[in-house]
């Protein structure tokens, strides 16, 4: 007689289940409400050493009685059978949880009644030992963090006192030098006084190169809370210090309006100064100045930049002049600390766009320079719009 087709498909389908069962990884088991165990996979029986034949129809308890010692996994255990799925995580040399973690999970017949409760202990061994590794990455970075920290802080100390020991006597000096010229000036030769104001030159660069430096450590050593700061009060006020060297080299500065953005109040007006201050410098004598300034929202894919996230939005602040420019090869070298592509004919310290660099990267941002084909050159910032203060 033919068997039907409807009494294969439950064989089919118990032994399939059964198969997943012990394909599995994972250790699986179930008890009844007896608590003696029902199913027992084989992966149980390679980890526990006892075969299936062995472990169905005993008791859970008395197979292992060491579970009777956890009352965290005796209460997960009862609270499965009341319907509810619980879990008792990884404990160190804990029976059963060692490394391993525990579902339980009720198993109900058709009418919604518990007659079961399935265990599955999932081995963890590689994830702790991860969280481990990862914790103790994570100390490692907090000490050279710390240790970076005190240093910059006691570099900082180091340059605010070095450069205040040394500020007094330059000033002493410019004011003997000043008192000389003045006393002794009948006496002096034309030559005499010209190199006495050289001397006097020199050491105004000195101060300079002091404030400077001063401005690079105290760049690197921020450590005050992000506020709203107004890009349009920075130009503002930025035009209003420049006035002079603006109405003398009869320069035009155009600019669309600017936004409020999260930042540093001290360092953007620095960084608003410097790029200004710099095309003004940096052009040629027989054509006056002009700069443009023009703000867009940008996201980091669309710029190409290495240093740019690929999905975040930033604000891409341009100075456009149409100075003297630079070689696309040194791109990155006028960021360099003390580089003066132009030193004999432009004055300066070689520091400015350090700062200027070390400024925006304090917002977690990003400048480059772009020289036009035409001269002159293009200073981007980019600024992520998603501070926080």
Request: aromatic share 6%; proline share 3%.
């Amino acid at each position: 007689m033919a068997i039907k087709s409807e009494n294969v498909l439950p064989v089919t389908q118990l032994y399939i289940s059964e198969m997943l069962i012990d394909s599995s990884i994972d250790r699986v088991m179930a008890i009844d409400q007896n608590w003696c165990i029902i199913a027992w996979n084989h992966t149980s029986e390679l980890i526990s050493g006892i075969d299936k034949k062995n472990a169905i129809g005993k008791s859970l308890t008395e197979l292992f009685p060491a579970i009777l010692n956890d009352q965290e996994m005796m209460d997960a255990i009862k609270s499965a059978f009341k319907g509810r799925k619980s879990f008792v995580p990884s404990l160190t040399n804990v029976f059963n949880r060692h490394y391993c973690e525990n579902h339980f999970i009720p198993l109900k017949d058709e009418h919604d009644n518990v007659i079961g409760v399935m265990n599955i202990i999932h081995d963890v061994a590689h994830r702790i030992k991860v969280e481990r590794q990862l914790q103790k990455l994570n100390m490692a970075l907090e000490n050279k963090y710390n240790q970076l920290e005190k240093a910059n802080n006691e570099l900082a100390t180091f340059t605010y006192i070095t450069t205040r020991d040394i500020r007094e006597p330059l000033k002493h000096v410019y004011t003997s030098l000043e008192l000389l010229i003045k006393k002794e000036g009948a006496t002096l030769s034309n030559m005499s006084k010209g190199n006495l104001r050289r001397m006097q030159g020199s050491l105004n660069k000195m101060n300079l190169l002091i404030d400077d430096i001063c401005a690079v450590a105290s760049v690197s050593t921020k450590n005050e809370p992000l506020t709203s700061v107004d890009l349009e009060e920075i130009l503002a006020d930025t035009t209003v210090t420049l006035r002079n060297k603006i109405n003398e080299k009869k320069a035009l500065i155009e600019s669309v309006t600017l936004p409020v953005i999260k930042g540093y109040r001290n360092m953007l007006e620095y960084l608003f100064l410097h790029l200004l201050d710099n095309a003004l410098k940096f052009h040629d004598e027989n054509t006056s100045p002009r700069i443009i300034i023009n703000c867009k929202h940008v996201t980091g894919d669309k710029e190409t930049k290495k240093a740019l996230l690929p999905e975040r939005e930033y604000l891409k602040i341009s100075f456009q002049d149409n100075g003297i420019g630079f070689k696309p090869e040194d791109s990155e070298r006028i960021f360099n600390l003390f580089e003066k592509l132009n030193d004999k004919k432009y004055h300066g310290s070689g520091v400015g766009l350090t700062i200027s660099r070390k400024i925006v990267e304090a917002h977690n941002g990003f400048i480059d320079a772009v020289p036009m084909s035409g001269g002159g050159a293009v200073f981007n910032c980019y600024f992520p719009v998603d501070q926080e203060e």
